[in-house]
């Protein structure tokens, strides 16, 4: 009787070799601290895995969860890079902060020995991806292929070595009518199955659970000033 092989996904760092850099890296800003600041910002909302059948490598993946704080973070970034006006920077931030109010976004890449299962954009795609929560479950509204991993894409996201493909990937933010992060809340799961081996990354969120302060009564509220222009 033949014996399927075990497919088995591990945290990079762990006890399996981190999957080597190749390619020229990304480009970084010239303030030191806010290059320091980026790429502390991207290590909290980023995962690795790698997947084994026995010795041998299946796929190696990582995904970065675009939390609003991170949007933030790589927009800024852009900014800097392009040298943005303020006004550009000001609509931009304004883009993302509705965007993230409105689907969870996660971009990852991967790297996938046999190329034919590198389909996740495809309507036949063999992976089910899915985003879990204590709330439930939710499958993609769009995954969207970006393309091959270049010098310009590791200047925001350092993993994505020149074998590597970036996707995109958003879920809706509901479940059953409810909102997919409550309250009692604490971590995202991102799921990524097929035959090719079964890759799950957790991320960590922040709720607030603390009732907002009582409004003092109206005549005690002083008018606002007008805003600035």
Request: a neutral charge; aromatic letters at 8%; hydrophobic letters at 40%.
């Amino acid at each position: 009787m033949r014996v399927a092989p075990l497919l088995l996904a591990v945290a990079a760092g762990g006890c399996a070799a981190v999957p080597p850099a190749i390619g020229e890296p990304g480009a970084e800003v010239p303030d030191r601290k806010a290059e320091a600041s980026y790429q502390e910002a991207l290590s909290r909302v980023t995962e690795h895995r790698e997947v084994y059948s026995g010795i041998d490598t299946q796929l190696f993946c990582a995904a970065t969860y675009q939390s609003a704080e991170f949007r933030e973070a790589r927009v800024r970034r852009q900014a800097l890079f392009q040298t943005w006006p303020e006004p550009k920077l000001d609509e931009a931030l304004a883009r993302e902060r509705a965007e993230a109010a409105q689907v969870h976004e996660l971009v990852f890449g991967v790297s996938i020995v046999d190329r034919r299962f590198d389909d996740f954009d495809s309507k036949n795609t063999i992976w089910r991806l899915s985003l879990a929560t204590d709330q439930g479950e939710v499958t993609p509204l769009a995954v969207r292929r970006v393309g091959r991993a270049n010098q310009d894409l590791r200047a925001y996201y350092p993993y994505l070595g020149d074998f590597w493909t970036m996707y995109t990937v958003r879920f809706p933010v509901a479940v059953a009518g409810r909102p997919l992060v409550a309250p009692t809340t604490r971590a995202l799961l991102f799921r990524m199955s097929s035959t090719q081996g079964q890759v799950e990354m957790a991320f960590q969120v922040e709720t607030r659970t603390a009732a907002a302060p009582s409004s003092p009564p109206a005549s005690a509220v002083p008018p606002s000033p007008p805003a600035p222009r």
